[in-house]
């Protein structure tokens, strides 16, 4: 069986995510090393997993995650865009 481990740093965090081989009772064949082998929640209920020894838990502080979720500034639909490189265009042909 297949499936995700984590390589974890000193403060608990995701350093690397590898597809462990294991046997039928669960144990891991491959690769050998320290990682983590306990899944992460799904859907995945954190900004920034952080493991703790024996859970996952939230390790992103308040800051970030109000940096990661406040609204994203309204940008120009792809047709705005085209538009606009296109009337560039036409103006920089019909200056020359």
Known sequence: ??????????????????????????NLI??????????LPQPLLFYKPKWTGTEWIEGATQEEIDEIT??????????ERIESLENTILFLLGGM
């Not at 069986?1 to 669960?26: A, H, W």
């Not at 690769?31 to 983590?36: Q, S, V």
Request: charge should be negative; proline fraction near 9%.
């Open 70 to 79: 406040k609204p994203k500034p309204n940008l120009p639909s792809i047709e």
């Open 30 to 39: 491959s690769p050998l090393g320290e990682f983590i082998t306990t899944d």
């Open 1 to 26: 069986m297949l499936k995700q481990i984590y390589e974890i740093d000193d403060d608990g965090f995701i350093v690397e995510i590898f597809v462990g081989e294991f046997d039928d009772e669960g």
